[in-house]
Each structure stands twice: as C-alpha cells, then as structure tokens.
C-alpha cells in the first residue's frame, strides 16, 4: 500500500530540509555555462589528487565521468590524468581477472574508453576486462545470480555490452542479460525491481517485509536507484535495436524515470530515501546527478518527453550547480560510500567523493549534449 502511496508524496519532498526551499529555473543553462561548472569541479578534483588514486569502483566511477567530459571538450589534461591511472594500475582489475564482482568491472568502462581514442588500439589496454568478463560469458550458463545488489548494473552491464560490440559477439549481451534478469526479477524471490513504483530496492534486505524507515514505509535508496538509471543509460548508448532485451531496458528506464519525477524535490534534489520524505531528508547530489544523467540520456533519446522531463533535468542541475558546487569547484552533498539512506550522515556541503563527481560529470555531458 505505501509503495503506492509514496509516489503521490512528491510535493512534500522538501519538508524538514535544513536549507529553504526554493524552486530553481525550469531552464538549462546555456552550454558554454554548463562546461564551465564542468571543468571546473573537474580540475578542482584532479588538482586536489595528484595521486590519481586506486583502481577500485569509486574511483572508477569518477573516470568514468572524466572520460566523457575529455570526450566533450577534447582537453588532453582529462586524458592523461585518465591515462596515468589505468597504467599506475597497468590496466588491471582490482582482484584480478578471475574477480566476478561486479565492483572489480567498473575499471574496465574507462580502460574501454581510453582504447577506443587510440588511432591504432592497443589490446592490452582491454586485455584485462575481456578475459575477465570472457569467463563469466562462458559460465553464465550455470551461473547468473553475481549481481546480487542494484549498484552491480552500473558497474558492470556497461564493459559487458562494449565488448559485446566491440567484438560483434553477441554472447556478451546474453550473458549480461542473465545477470541482469537474475538483479531485476529473481533476486531474494522477486527480484530487485518494484514493479508498481519502477523504482529498485538496494538487495533483498530492503524487499518489503525486511529494513523499513523509522516511519514504517519502505527503503528506496537514492543512490542505488542512481546507479540503475546510470546503468541502463549507458548500456543503451551500446546496445542495438537488434538486440530483443533493448525494447524492456528502455522500458525499466523510463519507469524509472516517471517515478522519480513525481518524487523530486521543489529545490530540484532527490532524498535519500524516494519512499519517505521525512526520513533523513536534504539534498544530496550523488542520487541526483545519476538521476540527471538518465534523465537527459533518456530525452536525447527520445524515450521521454521534453515538456515533462526536461524541466526535471534543469531543476536538479540549477541546484547542484548553485546549493552543492563551491565557488573553487569543491563538489558537496555527496553521500558517503554506503548502501541505504543513514550510511555517511550527516551529509553536508562539505561533504564529497569521488564517484559523487564523476556522477555530476557524467550528468552535465549530457545535458551540453541536449542542445
């Protein structure tokens, strides 16, 4: 009953905030501005890390997000910062290339990204990834059930759809699409995946009758739901009409989507908690920028329509930009690594990491993409 109930809620998403609420503009910037904020919360990340860090999901993620700001600006400093992380790391997984855990994978989107600027590329580059994802490709047939948390698809359906592509071997998308389904409808009996709200649960603990809010209602956490609307955008960019999955993917997107639209805020951020306003609320800019990320990918696409969405778009980049982005580029409100709305609290305008910016990267390279 609540799951049906939270989504009328939205209106009410601001009450109990720290910070007063007001309604950003309904309007996108013009591009030159969003590259702007882009570049520099992006240098001032890379200027505050000369150590560029592990090879480790969190910091992938923040690769992930350079790497399409370089494919935007062509800057060559975003490259070589990129470039002397995966050879610190000399291209490898974090684990191993035996590792099956999802996390291990998300290096690979970025070695794939670097690959694929080589004018002749280099396979040892990808060597890693592939052999990695080659033997879970040829297991998936006994084994699909890795991907026991939502974070999971964003961290790894994307490298397993480029190589999929890139190799034109579809086998890597049938087992993508097994593990996926495994996350979606199986998970903890019915699968991750709200079918009345299109919302996730983080894992099964969250499945109702498990962990609830202190108000009794359910546990729909921000980031995890960013992570699965980051998934499906990037793996969509990959995939194929070809291929018979894509039409349910888009499907689960833009059921995302339209229940995170009735969820926002009026200060343009989503709560740690999409089921219940009043459990922890404030803004918090990692859900949110994952959120603008498919949102824009969803509308350069043509999934959703631009009346409806892209004023969600444009009310939670004005707020990033003017409630979370210090005036040095010190990117704020990002929640703590975790995985439910109390890891990490209090979260604050000082708080930060690094996959937290990677996320409002990734988000504003596609709004300068919308035009």
Sequence with gaps: MERRQ????????AAGTALPARRPADRLPPRPEIVAVLRKVADHWIGSHADPG?????????????????????????????????????????????????????????????????????QAKIAAIEDSLRRMVDTSAEKHDDWWWDDALHMAMPPFARLGALREDSTYWDAMHALYTHTKSA???????????????????????GMASPNGKPVLWSRGNGWVAGAHAKVLAVLPDTFAPVRAYRAALVGELHALRAVQRSDGFWNVNLADPAHLPGPETSGTAFFTYGTAYALRAGLVPHGAFRPVVARAWNAMVGTAVHPDGFLGYVQAVGDRPESGQPVTYDSTADFGVGGFLLAGTELAALG
């Design 6 to 13: 939270f989504l009328a809620t939205g209106a009410a998403c």
């Design 54 to 122: 592990d090879n480790q999901w969190a910091r992938a993620t923040f690769f992930s997000g350079l790497m399409a700001l370089h494919r935007l600006t062509r800057e060559p400093r975003y490259r070589a910062y990129a470039a002397g992380w995966a050879e610190k790391h000399a291209y490898g997984l974090h684990n191993g290339v035996t590792t099956r855990h999802a996390d291990d994978h998300c290096a690979g989107q970025v070695h794939l990204d670097l690959y694929g600027l080589d004018a002749s590329p280099d």
């Design 187 to 209: 998970e903890g009996g019915p699968g991750l995946r709200d079918p009345q709200s299109g919302l996730w649960y983080r894992d099964k603990r969250f499945l109702p009758g």
